[in-house]
């Protein structure tokens, strides 16, 4: 036992005290709450100059849809100049109808000397739909037809409630459970091929270094593989726990900034931002609100679970290839079929977000080979505790039948020189005594 702790003890120090590891636990946090507060700031920055469109309406029934914003505004005209084409105009765009869009649907342009950008095609779209709709239900005569028309246009989004086990409710949001559930699936997934690929990286070369000859005089190879496969994982789990406390740390500050730790009291937020309470809408809020309501403890506790066992049945795996080979070149005939499983594992995780009951999603959830990725999108969705704890429950029992089925090949594999092995010969060094 001592030995093992010896070689957890190297590969952790090994790799904690890289200044690589340092550089790349430190930044990932502030990359990842870029990720999230970058698009918010420039989210939040108006435009410092608005483009000009001139609008040439020859029925005088479409220009008053079209509403000036942040980023156009819109000028009637007479009718086509010649000046509109010239590099000294101030329109970057002209706006002709001729005649009514009902009867001669294709009586209208838009004139530019650049590419129109989509925004701007989208708002006149829109524009000239909302008159022309208004114009067709005109010819049917219906009584009161702008009262009809403004009650009609009103959208409804009925609200979503969960009970919790003691009765009470709270407000929920389906969205925010599959965001949460996919970017802990993205994180296993991730976390999975990176030390995953350490452990075979750390295998082929003190074979390669014939380092290992040495190291096996000491200790035994089942030994130095699980002190391998620990300690790198101890790595994963100490990088993902610092991780964890610099993004609390960070999201907190930020959101003391924009205003969202404020989320329990909207005219707070509000007054945060510098904005009037009455004129903010309370989806953000509500977002908020479902974010605070997942079981987070339990989604950790699940992840972190879910991440030790898919780490020890890939680690595993991908330390008896790495015993097993001798040139990196070899590696890719048994790489590709694991890196298809987890791409196959992470579409099944896209995929089960919408039908979290459905046949893909439990099985995927019970093959352990797939099981890590895809149930952190199911336990986002509230799946039934007993799925979870039968699929943990397999997930370990796999990983540790791996762990000594790739003992067998590893300490046969380790000091096998100059011939490439075959899948056949791989399954006879399991049976070796």
Same mark, same amino acid.
């Given at each position: 036992?001592?030995?093992?702790?010896?070689? %957890? /003890?190297?590969?952790?120090?090994?790799?904690?005290?890289?200044?690589? #590891?340092?550089?790349?636990?430190?930044?990932?946090?502030?990359?990842?709450?870029?990720?999230?507060?970058?698009?918010?700031?420039?989210?939040? +920055?108006?435009?410092?100059?608005?483009?000009?469109?001139?609008?040439?309406?020859?029925?005088?029934?479409? =220009?008053?849809?079209?509403?000036?914003?942040?980023?156009?505004?819109?000028?009637?005209?007479?009718?086509?100049?010649?000046?509109?084409?010239?590099?000294?105009?101030?329109?970057?765009?002209?706006?002709?109808?001729?005649?009514?869009?009902?009867?001669?649907?294709?009586?209208?342009?838009?004139?530019?000397?650049?590419?129109?950008?989509?925004?701007?095609?989208?708002?006149?779209?829109?524009?000239?739909?909302?008159?022309?709709?208004?114009?067709?239900?005109?010819?049917?005569?219906?009584?009161?037809?702008?009262?009809?028309?403004?009650?009609?246009?009103?959208? @409804?989004?009925?609200?979503?409630?969960?009970? !919790?086990?003691?009765?009470?409710?709270?407000?929920?949001?389906?969205?925010?459970?599959?965001?949460?559930?996919?970017?802990?699936?993205?994180?296993?997934?991730?976390?999975?091929?990176? @030390?995953?690929?350490? +452990?075979?990286?750390?295998?082929?070369?003190?074979?390669?270094?014939?380092? +290992?000859?040495?190291?096996?005089?000491?200790?035994?190879?089942?030994?130095?593989m699980i002190g391998k496969i620990?300690? %790198?994982?101890?790595?994963?789990? =100490?990088?993902?726990?610092?991780?964890?406390?610099?993004?609390? +740390?960070?999201?907190?500050?930020?959101?003391?900034? #924009?205003?969202?730790?404020?989320?329990?009291?909207?005219?707070?937020?509000?007054?945060?931002?510098?904005?009037?309470? @009455?004129?903010?809408?309370?989806?953000?809020?509500?977002?908020?609100?479902?974010? /605070? !309501?997942?079981?987070?403890?339990?989604?950790?506790?699940? #992840?972190?679970?879910?991440?030790?066992?898919?780490?020890?049945?890939?680690?595993?795996? #991908?330390?008896?290839?790495?015993?097993?080979?001798?040139?990196?070149?070899?590696?890719?005939?048994?790489?590709?079929?694991?890196?298809?499983?987890?791409?196959?594992?992470?579409?099944?995780?896209?995929?089960?977000?919408?039908?979290?009951?459905?046949?893909?999603?439990?099985?995927?959830?019970?093959?352990? =080979?797939?099981?890590?990725?895809?149930?952190?999108?199911?336990v986002a969705l509230d799946a039934p505790?007993?799925?979870?704890?039968?699929?943990?429950?397999?997930?370990?029992?796999?990983?540790?039948?791996?762990?000594?089925?790739?003992?067998?090949?590893?300490?046969?594999?380790?000091?096998?020189?100059?011939?490439?092995?075959?899948?056949?010969?791989? %399954?006879?060094?399991?049976?070796?005594?």
């Amino acid at each position: 036992m001592n030995k093992i702790l010896i070689i %957890i /003890h190297r590969e952790f120090m090994n790799r904690v005290s890289k200044k690589s #590891f340092i550089i790349l636990t430190i930044l990932m946090p502030f990359i990842f709450a870029a990720l999230i507060f970058v698009p918010l700031m420039l989210s939040m +920055v108006k435009s410092d100059k608005q483009k000009d469109i001139a609008i040439i309406d020859h029925t005088g029934k479409y =220009f008053h849809q079209f509403k000036n914003d942040e980023s156009y505004r819109f000028f009637p005209q007479e009718k086509m100049l010649d000046e509109f084409k010239s590099d000294t105009t101030t329109f970057c765009a002209v706006i002709e109808i001729k005649s009514d869009l009902v009867k001669n649907p294709d009586d209208a342009a838009i004139y530019s000397k650049k590419e129109i950008p989509q925004g701007l095609s989208k708002i006149v779209n829109n524009a000239l739909n909302e008159q022309i709709r208004h114009d067709k239900l005109l010819n049917y005569n219906i009584p009161e037809l702008p009262a009809i028309m403004n009650d009609f246009n009103k959208s @409804y989004s009925i609200k979503t409630i969960k009970w !919790n086990e003691d009765g009470s409710e709270n407000e929920s949001n389906a969205s925010i459970a599959v965001a949460a559930g996919m970017i802990l699936t993205f994180l296993i997934y991730m976390f999975v091929m990176s @030390y995953g690929g350490m +452990v075979m990286q750390s295998v082929m070369e003190e074979k390669a270094n014939r380092i +290992v000859e040495l190291m096996i005089s000491s200790v035994k190879p089942f030994q130095l593989m699980i002190g391998k496969i620990t300690g %790198i994982g101890l790595v994963g789990i =100490f990088q993902l726990m610092i991780w964890g406390i610099m993004l609390v +740390v960070i999201l907190t500050i930020a959101g003391f900034t #924009f205003g969202v730790s404020a989320a329990t009291n909207p005219d707070m937020m509000m007054s945060a931002q510098g904005i009037q309470p @009455y004129n903010n809408p309370e989806g953000a809020v509500a977002i908020l609100n479902s974010i /605070h !309501n997942l079981n987070l403890p339990y989604l950790g506790g699940i #992840f972190i679970l879910n991440f030790i066992g898919g780490y020890l049945v890939y680690a595993s795996i #991908f330390a008896a290839i790495g015993a097993s080979i001798n040139e990196s070149e070899d590696s890719q005939q048994f790489m590709m079929p694991i890196v298809l499983l987890l791409i196959f594992g992470l579409y099944a995780s896209i995929y089960s977000a919408d039908n979290p009951d459905g046949p893909l999603a439990i099985w995927c959830s019970m093959i352990p =080979f797939t099981s890590p990725i895809v149930s952190m999108t199911r336990v986002a969705l509230d799946a039934p505790v007993w799925h979870t704890i039968v699929s943990l429950c397999i997930l370990y029992i796999s990983a540790f039948t791996l762990i000594w089925v790739s003992g067998k090949i590893y300490r046969v594999g380790i000091l096998m020189y100059g011939k490439k092995p075959s899948i056949k010969e791989m %399954i006879k060094w399991i049976t070796y005594k």
